[in-house]
């Protein structure tokens, strides 16, 4: 069995080089047809990192399959350190993973202070000890201050957009050390997209790691460390975001239509 890139809790190893969420050879299946063909991907402290790919390239099935919600998989998940391949979802979250699906999945006929007070988890720390961010309604609306000026509105009196502010704060609100987010920026207004990146930028700054699946390569240019490039469930191309989106001809062959 590989055992995960990085130790936790030790001294010989600088938060920024800590591993917090990885895979190993993980293969994913709905039914007889096979979604993922033996991914491996890593994401440490504080980094941003993209999945990117051709619709149905496996970037939704595979934040799926970290989080525990692929009907059958096989490899190995790990979440600071621990195997979780086994995990439920529940306790994947529990742990500090937080997922948000690229559905709005929040409770129409609660507000939106309601629909935050649900997500709430106890603070949480880093491996090495050190605090992790917290969050709670109040600090929530300098990420989003379209939420802030609504606490009482109801999720079925909500445009889309602000739907899927809602669903991205109320994750947030279980103080998650990895955010996955399923395609963050898709059908957002420009003014939505531009506050959707200001956001991962700043969970980056105060240290919080981010996954996302993406197909807008300018979106993911601007925010993202790392990417990840996905054909037919398989990691074809891994390389520093800056480099993804200055090669012409991996651009062509990976993301064009």
Not at 134 to 143: E, I, K, R, S
Not at 228 to 245: D, I, P, T
Request: proline share 5%; hydrophobic share 40%.
């Amino acid at each position: 069995m590989k055992e995960p890139l990085a130790s936790f809790g030790t001294s010989s190893s600088s938060s920024t080089d800590q591993v917090l969420l990885e895979c190993n050879n993980l293969c994913a299946w709905y039914g007889a047809a096979q979604i993922l063909l033996d991914v491996n991907l890593h994401v440490k402290r504080g980094e941003v990192v993209a999945l990117m790919g051709r619709n149905g390239a496996g970037k939704s099935s595979t934040l799926k399959a970290l989080m525990g919600l692929m009907p059958k998989k096989t490899g190995r998940v790990y979440f600071l350190g621990q195997d979780q391949s086994n995990f439920e979802p529940h306790e994947a979250a529990r742990r500090g993973l937080g997922f948000v699906p690229e559905d709005r999945r929040i409770f129409t006929d609660l507000t939106v202070l309601e629909n935050l007070s649900v997500g709430r988890q106890a603070p949480r720390k880093f491996p090495d000890g050190q605090d992790a961010p917290y969050w709670d309604a109040q600090n929530l609306g300098t990420l989003f201050p379209n939420l802030a000026s609504m606490p009482h509105r109801l999720g079925s009196h909500m445009s889309g957009g602000e739907q899927q502010m809602l669903t991205v704060a109320r994750s947030l609100m279980g103080n998650p050390l990895v955010l996955m987010l399923d395609e963050p920026s898709e059908g957002l207004a420009p003014l939505m997209v531009e506050q959707m990146g200001e956001m991962i930028l700043s969970l980056k700054r105060q240290g919080v790691s981010v996954l996302l699946s993406e197909q807008n390569i300018h979106f993911a240019q601007w925010v993202s460390d790392r990417v990840y490039v996905l054909e037919q469930g398989q990691v074809r191309h891994h390389s520093s975001m800056q480099a993804f989106a200055q090669d012409a001809q991996a651009l062509k062959t990976y993301l064009s239509a």
